[in-house]
């Protein structure tokens, strides 16, 4: 069985930061991309930003130069920074991973519960 344990979230007021961090556990061969997605009240889920298992990143136009997307590849865990952040910002976000399993080597998307920011104006 495969985990993501996300945490980070909060309130904060427009303009201030958060770093939302997510973590895979469970009997994991190795992890392929590792991303943040993102989801208001009556919207679609959309990308926020993902990273390859060699560094490359992808942000969504609306969070570039404000959003840095990191990894820890020895903790197999996921960092999302976020910086001045707007109202606009506020969502739940999802950590997701695309992974092989230990045992079977069969590949598996997993999502994480999700961790709620709000942004103040």
């Known amino acids: 069985q495969v985990q993501l344990v996300e945490s980070g979230g909060g309130l904060v007021q427009a303009g201030g930061s958060l770093r939302l961090s997510c973590a895979a556990s469970g009997s994991i061969r190795s992890i392929n991309a590792m991303g943040w997605y993102r989801q208001a009240p009556e919207k679609q889920r959309e990308l926020v930003a993902d990273i390859t298992s060699g560094g490359m990143t992808n942000y969504a136009d609306s969070v570039k130069g404000r959003f840095t997307i990191s990894r820890d590849n020895a903790k197999n865990t996921v960092y999302l920074q976020t910086n001045s952040l707007k109202p606009a910002d506020t969502a739940v976000y999802f950590c997701?991973?695309?992974?092989?399993?230990?045992?079977?080597?069969?590949?598996?998307?997993?999502w994480g519960q999700g961790t709620l920011v709000t942004v103040s104006s």
């Open positions: 997701h991973t695309d992974l092989i399993l230990r045992a079977s080597g069969r590949r598996l998307e997993v």
